[in-house]
Structure formats: structure tokens, C-alpha cells
């Protein structure tokens, strides 16, 4: 059975491959599994029939068969148990891996999610310029950190997994409104090698012939 991913019919973030489905999107391409796609809008995402699979009314969600799961944490580690290539075979690798995934959405994402938050709905408060240097510090302490692990590494430890397709896909949020990754060259090589993986290009392509799609161009 091929599983359903839903995700925005007109996502916020214009096609850049920010919505957390890439996440996913980008799991699935990585172990070769086939997926559809069932698009909601904003109305459709808060109705009973789509919060009986996401209790808060969000995307993405995850089908397959009698089974849905929602948060995206979730769902990449559930592709990643039933298929080869995400997670390492040796039990203490397979754990490193799932503590980095951990690591990118519970340290690293909050800081950075409460910047974007800020930069998109606090622009005209009167405490916006005074608080925005506050928020940058708390990132820079998370990616002086995370920079200082990976040091030389290509990726998180030994091979690609699903830590990396977190904590990538957690820092590409940053580029929009912040030039804090060009602080650490080492951690900007790394988001160029994770882009440049095929799996990685075929998820993003999918995800901006969506916006494509519906603004006709």
C-alpha cells in the first residue's frame, strides 16, 4: 500500500521547502518508497475530518492502511524502522542517530522558530528591535555548538540518517530572514551537501510544483 502525506495547498512559505512535509517528503525519496499527496487549505485543516488524524490541525500527516500518525519527528522514524538507509544497523549507532533527530527538534528548532515567529508577527510591536538581538544570541549558542560537533564530519555521525534530515531541514529555516548560519562555514557546507542529494532535490521539487501549481506560473 502506497502511504498519503497531507500538506498546505498554498503553503506560507512560497515554495521554498520549509513546510515540515518536506521533512518527510524527503525520508521517503531517501528509501525509495512511493507516496501520494493529499492537499488541505487552511479551512480544511482545522475541520473534524483531518483533526481526527492531527488532533491540532496541522500538517503533515502520515497514512498507511489502518494506520495514521502525525508530528513529523514521528513519521520519519517510523520510514526510517521499516526501511534500509536512514538508521545504522549497530544498536548504539541507531540510537546516536535518533538523539540527533531529538537533538534538531528540541534544542536546536524552539530558538529558531521563535525568531521566525518574531519576524513575522512582531515587526510592528514597539519591543521588536530590542528583543530580535536577544533571539539572535540564543541561536548563535546553538550553532556554535552544533558547530563545534560536526567539526570536519560530512554528517552528524558516520553515515546520513535521520538526524541530519532534521537538524538540516531545521536549519534551512534560518536562511529566509538570517545570516547566522554564515558564521560557521562548516555547517553551510553541510546544508550544501544534504541539498545537493538527490533525494533531497526530488522533495523540494515536489513541494514547489505545489505552489507552482496554484499560482500559475
Do not use: C
Request: cysteine-free.
Amino acid at each position: 500500500m502506497i502511504p498519503t502525506l497531507t500538506a498546505f495547498a498554498a503553503s506560507p512559505d512560497r515554495g521554498q521547502g520549509l513546510a515540515r512535509d518536506t521533512r518527510v517528503r524527503w525520508a521517503l525519496e531517501e528509501v525509495g518508497q512511493p507516496y501520494e499527496v493529499r492537499l488541505l487549505s487552511f479551512a480544511a485543516m482545522k475541520e473534524p475530518a483531518h483533526k481526527a488524524l492531527h488532533p491540532f490541525g496541522q500538517i503533515p500527516t502520515y497514512e498507511d492502511g489502518d494506520l495514521a500518525l502525525f508530528e513529523t519527528g514521528s513519521i520519519v522514524l517510523h520510514i526510517a524502522e521499516r526501511h534500509a538507509g536512514l538508521l545504522p544497523a549497530d544498536a548504539h549507532g541507531r540510537a546516536r542517530a535518533i538523539t540527533w533527530m531529538f537533538a534538531a527538534l528540541n534544542t536546536v528548532e524552539p530558538p529558531i522558530l521563535e525568531r521566525a515567529g518574531a519576524v513575522l508577527m512582531e515587526r510592528d510591536k514597539p519591543w521588536h528591535v530590542e528583543r530580535m538581538p536577544m533571539l539572535d544570541e540564543r541561536i548563535r549558542v546553538r550553532l556554535a555548538d552544533l558547530s563545534r560537533s560536526l567539526g570536519d564530519k560530512a554528517w552528524l555521525d558516520g553515515a546520513f540518517s535521520v538526524g541530519d534530515i532534521m537538524m538540516v531541514h531545521t536549519l534551512l529555516r534560518l536562511r529566509p530572514s538570517s545570516r547566522l548560519l554564515d558564521e560557521h562555514p562548516n555547517l553551510l557546507a553541510y546544508l550544501a551537501r544534504a541539498e545537493a542529494r538527490p533525494a533531497y532535490q526530488r522533495a523540494f521539487a515536489a513541494q514547489l510544483a505545489v505552489f507552482t501549481a496554484n499560482n500559475g506560473s
